[in-house]
DNA sequence: ACCTGAACACCGTTCAAGT
DNA sequence: ACCTGAACACCGTTCAAGT
C-alpha cells in the first residue's frame, strides 16, 4: 500500500513538505507528483490548478493555529493573553512556512478566519468599542504578518549569503545607525523575543482604551 | 534614437513597469525585452541575473521613500513627526508596488538602508535608550510591511473576483465577529485610515517611554 | 473513474556566432 | 563591446488514449 491511489490530501501534504525546503519555487507539478511516485497530469485529477493547490497548501498552514482560548470562554480579563497566545502561535506557524505569506493575495481560506474571529472575539470580549476592535485586530494582525516577513528576511540573509557578517552587502559609509542596529542583531535573544515586545506594547496601548469597569 | 543602445536604467524600468501593471510574474526576461525593442539574451550583458534584476527594482522602489526630515534637523520634539512622514510615506510607496515586498528575502539594498537610518535617527533624536531604539524599529517596520501586505491582500480580493461582496469565498455559519468585521469594511474611509491609527498608537506608546526632560 | 504519454506554448539561461 | 539565433532543460496545462 505505497500509494493509497493517490488523494488531494495527499496532494496537499506533499506540496507543503516540498515548499517546507526549497521554498515555493520547489512547488512544481511534476516534483510533487514526483514525490508521490505518480506522473504531473495524474495531479489534475485531485487539484485543478497550480495556484489551487498552493492555496490548499497555504490554508493547511494556517489550520495550525491553534485558537483556542486557554480558560473558561467568557473570562474578560484575560483577553490579552489570549490575543497573545493566537498571536504568537500565528507568528510561529508563519515563520515556520513563511512562503505560506507569499501564497495568492487572499489566500488562508476558512481556516484563516477562524483565526480572524477569534482576535475578535478576544477584543469584544476586552470591552473596547467597535470602532477600537475594528483597528485594533487590523493593527495586530499587521504586527503579526510585519514581524513574520522582517524575521523571515533576517533569516534569509544570514543564511545563504558567503559572509556572514555583514547581511545584504556591506553598509554604505554614513549609515552609522545602521550600523549600529546591525550590531545590536548579534546579541543573543530569545526566540518571538522582538516579537514579543512589540505585541505587548500594542496590547497596553489597546487595554489604556478599554473603558473603566 | 529610440534605443540609446539599451542601458541597464532602462532595463530596471522596464522590470519595474512591467511588475507594475501585472505583477511580479509578469516580468520576463523576454517581456522585459519585448518592451525595449531587443531580445531577451542581450539584456544579460547588462543584469546578469533576473533575480539581480528584481532585486534592481525593489531597489528602485524604495528609493522614491523620502527619508528627508521635514524641519531643522536637530529639533527633537519632532521626532514623531518625522517618523510619522516617512513611515507613511514608505507605505505610499510600497502598496503603489505591492509586488515588491516579494522579491527576494533581503531585497531593497541602500535605498532601504536609508529608510532604516532615517526611522533610526527620529528615534534617538526621541531620546530613547538604546533598547527602545532597537525595538521600536522593528515594531514600527513591521506595522509598516504588516499593513501593506494586508492592504495589498484585501485589494487583490476585491479587485478580481466575481461578486465583490463575500470576499475570499463566503464566510463559514459561526464567525459572526468576522461577518461584523466584513461588514465594517464597507465603510468608507480615508486613504491610510488604518495604517495612520495603528501608525499613531504606535507611536504614542514609544513616547510614553522617553525618559523625562 | 482514474492514470498517462505525447505535445504545446511557454520559461531562464548558455554558447557559438555574428557585427 | 554589444547583440542575436538556435538550443537546452525546464515549466504549467491540454488532450486523446489507455485501463
Redesign the pocket.
Known amino acids: 500500500m505505497a500509494r493509497p491511489?493517490?488523494s488531494r490530501d495527499a496532494i496537499v501534504d506533499a506540496a507543503v513538505a516540498l515548499a517546507d525546503d526549497g521554498g515555493m519555487g520547489a512547488v512544481?507539478?511534476?516534483?510533487v507528483a514526483g514525490k508521490l511516485g505518480?506522473?504531473?497530469?495524474?495531479l489534475?485529477?485531485?487539484v485543478g490548478?497550480?495556484?489551487g493547490l498552493l492555496e490548499a497548501a497555504a490554508e493547511r498552514v494556517w489550520a495550525q493555529v491553534d485558537t483556542t482560548s486557554r480558560d473558561s470562554p467568557m473570562d474578560a480579563s484575560d483577553w490579552a493573553d489570549d490575543v497573545r497566545h493566537i498571536a504568537s502561535c500565528a507568528y510561529e506557524t508563519l515563520l515556520a512556512h513563511a512562503w505560506a505569506l507569499d501564497v495568492a493575495s487572499s489566500a488562508g481560506g476558512e481556516p484563516r478566519m477562524r483565526v480572524i474571529e477569534a482576535i475578535l472575539d478576544a477584543l469584544t470580549r476586552a470591552g473596547l468599542s467597535s470602532d477600537d476592535v475594528y483597528e485594533g485586530y487590523h493593527l495586530i494582525d499587521a504586527v503579526i504578518l510585519g514581524y513574520v516577513a522582517q524575521q523571515a528576511s533576517y533569516r534569509g540573509e544570514t543564511g545563504s549569503g558567503a559572509g556572514a557578517s555583514a547581511g545584504a552587502g556591506a553598509i554604505p559609509a554614513g549609515l552609522d545607525r545602521v550600523l549600529e542596529h546591525a550590531a545590536a542583531h548579534q546579541l543573543e535573544r530569545g526566540p518571538q523575543s522582538g516579537f514579543r515586545i512589540g505585541l505587548d506594547l500594542v496590547l497596553d496601548s489597546l487595554a489604556r482604551r478599554v473603558p473603566a469597569a
Chains 1, 2 share one sequence.
Open positions: 491511489s493517490l512544481t507539478m511534476r516534483a505518480v506522473e504531473a497530469m495524474s489534475y485529477h485531485h490548478d497550480k495556484r
